[in-house]
């Protein structure tokens, strides 16, 4: 049982370039998520999904986007990367409200 | 958004000590609590997810409890272990269903 895949694990863009931050989960969770670490800040919600077809925004959602296609997917992109995007990031699935949140292995991501 | 605040920021203890850290949230718009366990380089695993008020919850030597009308939640650790050094998250899902996350207690257990 694979759980939540999340791919790179680790990435360099140059200012300007855009990306796609994979993410998928094998559990048929409903929700799914994207979040960024920053030193001192915790995780901070950029994106959320609770169910195909379906996103919203988080607390922090300028310069990403995401789609849900399948309840599997949920793939985040970076559109025009910024230095201030340099951080950690993590998928993470929930099967339900009140339920345990599974995160993938994170992604660090190092804008220059 | 929700505001969840974790204390103390961070916490070094000698092994063998018991220690605790607290999370506060607004109790209106609670949905559930949750709590996780983030080592170094790894990513954050689940620990306890409560619900009802005056809940209380266990997984070794570690514990959990709840009070929603206050809007507090302790997280015991008894008898301190270097193998528990990690970042300790709090979360709050509320009505809107996502987790909010506190910003975590970094303990370091010291042999």
């Given at each position: 049982n694979a759980g939540v895949t999340q791919t790179p694990k680790f990435q360099v863009l140059k200012t300007g370039q855009s990306m796609t931050l994979q993410c998928a989960q094998?559990?048929?969770?409903?929700y799914m998520s994207w979040y960024r670490q920053d030193p001192g800040m915790g995780l901070r919600l950029i994106h959320y999904s609770v169910g195909a077809g379906i996103t919203d925004q988080g607390e922090v959602p300028n310069g990403y986007n995401v789609s849900r296609s399948t309840t599997e997917d949920f793939p985040l992109r970076l559109l025009s990367a910024a230095p201030s995007q340099t951080s950690v990031y993590f998928c993470a699935s929930t099967q339900r409200v009140g339920t345990e949140a599974f995160f993938g292995q994170g992604t660090r991501l190092t804008v220059v | 958004i929700l505001n969840v605040e974790q204390s103390p920021q961070s916490l070094h203890v000698q092994e063998g000590d018991s220690t605790n850290f607290t999370c506060s949230f607004?109790?209106?718009?609670?949905y559930a609590l949750h709590w996780y366990r983030w080592e170094t380089a790894k990513s954050p695993e689940a620990l306890f997810v409560m619900t009802l008020n005056g809940d209380e919850k266990k997984k070794g030597r570690i514990s959990a409890t709840l009070n929603t009308k206050e809007g507090y939640s302790y997280l015991y650790i008894k008898g301190?272990?270097?193998?528990?050094?990690a970042t300790y998250l709090c979360a709050l899902s509320g009505s809107a269903r996502q987790l909010t996350f506190g910003s975590g207690t970094q303990l370091t257990v010291l042999p």
């Amino acid at each position: 049982n694979a759980g939540v895949t999340q791919t790179p694990k680790f990435q360099v863009l140059k200012t300007g370039q855009s990306m796609t931050l994979q993410c998928a989960q094998d559990m048929n969770h409903e929700y799914m998520s994207w979040y960024r670490q920053d030193p001192g800040m915790g995780l901070r919600l950029i994106h959320y999904s609770v169910g195909a077809g379906i996103t919203d925004q988080g607390e922090v959602p300028n310069g990403y986007n995401v789609s849900r296609s399948t309840t599997e997917d949920f793939p985040l992109r970076l559109l025009s990367a910024a230095p201030s995007q340099t951080s950690v990031y993590f998928c993470a699935s929930t099967q339900r409200v009140g339920t345990e949140a599974f995160f993938g292995q994170g992604t660090r991501l190092t804008v220059v | 958004i929700l505001n969840v605040e974790q204390s103390p920021q961070s916490l070094h203890v000698q092994e063998g000590d018991s220690t605790n850290f607290t999370c506060s949230f607004p109790s209106s718009n609670f949905y559930a609590l949750h709590w996780y366990r983030w080592e170094t380089a790894k990513s954050p695993e689940a620990l306890f997810v409560m619900t009802l008020n005056g809940d209380e919850k266990k997984k070794g030597r570690i514990s959990a409890t709840l009070n929603t009308k206050e809007g507090y939640s302790y997280l015991y650790i008894k008898g301190s272990q270097p193998e528990d050094s990690a970042t300790y998250l709090c979360a709050l899902s509320g009505s809107a269903r996502q987790l909010t996350f506190g910003s975590g207690t970094q303990l370091t257990v010291l042999p």
